[in-house]
């Protein structure tokens, strides 16, 4: 079992910089790969990005390539997502997920483990 809490949202102003974090109960979060996904009043659960479980690959959705920073230490059993340049669209809930394998994966059904979620709110 692996148990997800998530940090570091909040209201911000467009331009501005949030880094979320989210921190893993149990020994084996370095055989996890992780991702970030964000869901918007209205919408979808999607995407945002993901890392592998030694944290040597990245992946990332288009609308965030250039302005989100994924990155993970196996050693404090944290994951984190550095977000720059915010914009009012990327106001939404944000949760981190474990994936049942080591390699980076896009989809929500990949994910067994899902934190509670942190609020971004990105004023104009």
């Known amino acids: 079992q692996v148990q997800l809490v998530e940090s570091g949202g909040g209201l911000v102003q467009a331009g501005g910089s949030l880094r979320l974090n989210c921190a893993a109960s149990?020994?084996?979060?370095?055989?996890?790969?992780m991702g970030w996904f964000r869901q918007a009043p209205g919408k979808e659960r999607e995407f945002v990005a993901g890392?592998?479980?030694?944290?040597?690959?990245?992946r990332y959705v288009d609308f965030v390539k250039g302005r989100f920073t994924i990155s993970r230490d196996n050693a404090k059993n944290t994951v984190y997502l550095q977000m720059n340049s915010l914009k009012p669209e990327d106001t939404a809930v944000y949760y981190c997920?474990?994936?049942?394998?080591?390699?980076?994966?896009?989809?929500?059904?990949?994910?067994?483990?899902w934190g509670q979620g942190t609020q971004v709110t990105v004023s104009s």
């Open positions: 997920a474990a994936a049942g394998s080591r390699w980076v994966r896009m989809e929500e059904n990949d994910y067994n483990y």
């Open positions: 149990g020994r084996t979060f370095s055989s996890y790969a």
């Open positions: 890392i592998s479980s030694g944290g040597g690959l990245t």
